[in-house]
């Protein structure tokens, strides 16, 4: 007999994990990405407590918390005058209280320990969806270069632009939400220069514009800011482009020193629009589903997209286990009722951009183990 097979199309933070978790279920799966190789990018994420759960199942949780580094709060100042807002303990806190570390990683070091998770040969590089067609008795994808896969099941995790959201609503455009994000990585030599206390994790606000800072290494020699800040249209082609000291001098005028001590130190800053969707009215149909950024994209400012994609991807598992392969039907409901509504809150509060800025308690993200969970009837979806 054939061995069912699931396709999962974007090995990003999303479709890695889903993959790896997957696989270590017992399933066979493909996992189909554009891009022809992965390359360190020059970002930073935040991964909490709720998602080293799911890495402690994957075998990588030692391995991001000594890669990252690890916060004892999460600081959030006033743009100007540099007064406290809010003090949300971390380290040892989120470790008793939330059940595991809180760090702060280079994207690329914590992506590249996910793939690492994968079995060898099954993900597929240089392979760009273009096409998707469920025939009732299996699934066939379409690829740029010619390529052609036939799976059971097609997992979508391509990203905010997904095919396979296309192929199950139809095309439309993520709407542009007036904000954009400037990136940089600052070397922790140059910061030596300086005669200032640069915070493990700092968020500077005003009324309509932020700058969040952390490390992304266990060794702190890596500084990292991200940025919103109104914009009014993105004009741009292409994902990014490259942004300048001057640029955001002008965007941060009147802000604390310290960021514009950060600002002296940056030379290579780009500029991403920030982009998401209002909430899917389905998230799978037929033998096909969505997760992370290609089901409920948000603006990045609870430091959660990414974490909802992983979060996804151990829920999706978690119900195709309960319910098996052949019925993909039940697993993809109990999904989407076990998902929609933490992913619809989370989505929410971070478009807001209210996440932590005075203090709160953030145990229902944090302290959230999808593992404990009991699983709710999928007949709510
Ligand atoms: P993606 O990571 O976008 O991956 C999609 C993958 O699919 C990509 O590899 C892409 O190449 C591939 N793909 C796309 N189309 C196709 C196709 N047709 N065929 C084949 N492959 C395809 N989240 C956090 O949890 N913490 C943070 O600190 C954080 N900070 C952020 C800061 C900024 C400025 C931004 C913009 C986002 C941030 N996020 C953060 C959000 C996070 O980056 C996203 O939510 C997360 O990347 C979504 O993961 P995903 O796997 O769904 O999609």
């Known amino acids: 007999m054939k061995t069912p097979r699931i396709a999962i199309v974007g090995a990003g933070l999303g479709g890695a994990c889903t993959a790896s978790l997957l696989q270590k279920a017992g399933f066979h799966v493909d996992v189909f ?8 990018l020059g970002a930073g994420i935040h991964m909490g407590p709720n998602v080293m759960k799911i890495f402690r199942r994957m075998g990588i949780e030692d391995a991001a918390v000594d890669m990252g580094s690890k916060p ?35 994207r690329g070091d914590l992506h590249a320990l996910q793939i690492s998770t994968l079995q060898p040969g099954t993900l597929h590089f240089g392979k760009h969806l273009t096409n998707v067609v469920d025939d009732g008795s299996g699934i066939d994808l379409f690829f740029q270069d010619g390529a052609r896969f036939r799976a059971d099941i097609v997992i979508g ?4 632009n997904s095919c396979v959201r296309e192929a199950l609503l ?31 994790c700092v968020k500077w606000w005003t009324k309509d514009r932020h700058m969040m800072v952390y490390f992304t290494t266990s060794s702190r020699d890596e500084y990292y800011f991200v940025t919103g800040v109104p914009h ?18 002008e965007a941060f005028a009147g802000y604390h ?45 609870m430091a959660q997209g990414g974490a909802m994609a992983i979060e996804d991807g151990a829920m999706l598992t978690r119900c195709l286990v309960e319910t ?17 509504e933490r992913a619809s809150r989370v989505q929410g509060v971070s478009n807001a951009n209210t996440w932590l800025r005075t203090p709160e308690d953030p145990a229902w993200v944090f302290a959230y183990d999808i593992y404990a969970e009991p699983l709710q009837s999928g007949m709510a979806a």
């Open 232 to 249: 009014p249209a993105w004009d741009f082609q292409g994902p990014s482009v490259p942004s300048s000291q001057e640029e955001m001098r």
């Open 33 to 40: 990405e554009q891009a022809p190789v992965f390359s360190r």
């Open 157 to 160: 995790a391509d990203g905010i």
């Open 257 to 301: 020193p310290i960021v514009q001590t950060l600002i002296d130190c940056t030379t290579d800053i780009s500029k991403w629009p920030l982009l998401n969707r209002n909430p899917l009215p389905l998230w799978s149909r037929g033998r096909m589903a969505l997760l992370g950024d290609a089901c409920h994209p948000m603006k990045p400012h």
């Open 72 to 106: 004892d709060f999460w600081m959030s100042r006033d743009g100007v005058t540099g007064d406290y807002l809010s003090r949300i303990p971390l380290g040892e806190f989120a470790l008793r209280e939330y059940g595991a570390a809180y760090i702060t990683i280079h």
């Open 170 to 200: 139809g095309p439309e455009k993520p709407n542009y939400s007036g904000w954009v994000a400037h990136r940089a990585l600052i070397q922790g030599s140059d910061l030596k220069r300086f005669n200032a206390e640069f915070e493990p």
């Open 324 to 340: 098996g392969l052949q019925d993909y039907t039940t697993a993809f409901k109990l999904y989407e009722a076990n998902r929609r």
